[in-house]
């Protein structure tokens, strides 16, 4: 299966910005949907953003809309999360997924729907 590996995370100020990346190794990466998850300390895993397998559909979580910005790059098997406006109730750990999603509208959002994790990286931001 497709193996995942965050990066990007780290301490930023409330109000800054921050990318994170997704790398995918294997040679199915435009076969597959992609997700970013995030889970803050006692919380559960909740869905931020999906994007299509062609780049072309979006889809946010209405905490995140007009803030973050999903992206892909399928040359590079990478998948992106623009993070901007932080504020300290985006601290998560955060997770790229991927998921067997056929349809052009990428409504997935629960974890059940992905099939392939990766680690998570830390992000932080301060008050």
């Known amino acids: 299966q497709v193996q995942l590996i965050e990066s990007g995370g780290g301490l930023v100020q409330a109000g800054g910005s921050l990318r994170l990346s997704c790398a995918a190794s294997g040679r199915t990466f435009s076969s597959y949907a992609m997700g970013w998850f995030r889970q803050a300390p006692g919380k559960e895993r909740d869905f931020v953003a999906a994007i299509s397998k062609s780049g072309n559909s979006t889809h946010y979580s209405d905490l995140v809309k007009g803030r973050f910005t999903i992206s892909r790059d399928n040359a590079k098997n990478t998948v992106y999360l623009q993070m901007n406006s932080l504020n300290p109730e985006d601290t998560a750990v955060y997770y790229c997924?991927?998921?067997?999603?056929?349809?052009?509208?990428?409504?997935?959002?629960?974890?059940?729907?992905?099939?392939?994790w990766g680690q998570g990286t830390q992000v932080t931001v301060s008050s």
């Open positions: 997924a991927a998921a067997f999603w056929e349809h052009e509208i990428v409504t997935i959002t629960t974890l059940y729907e992905y099939q392939h």
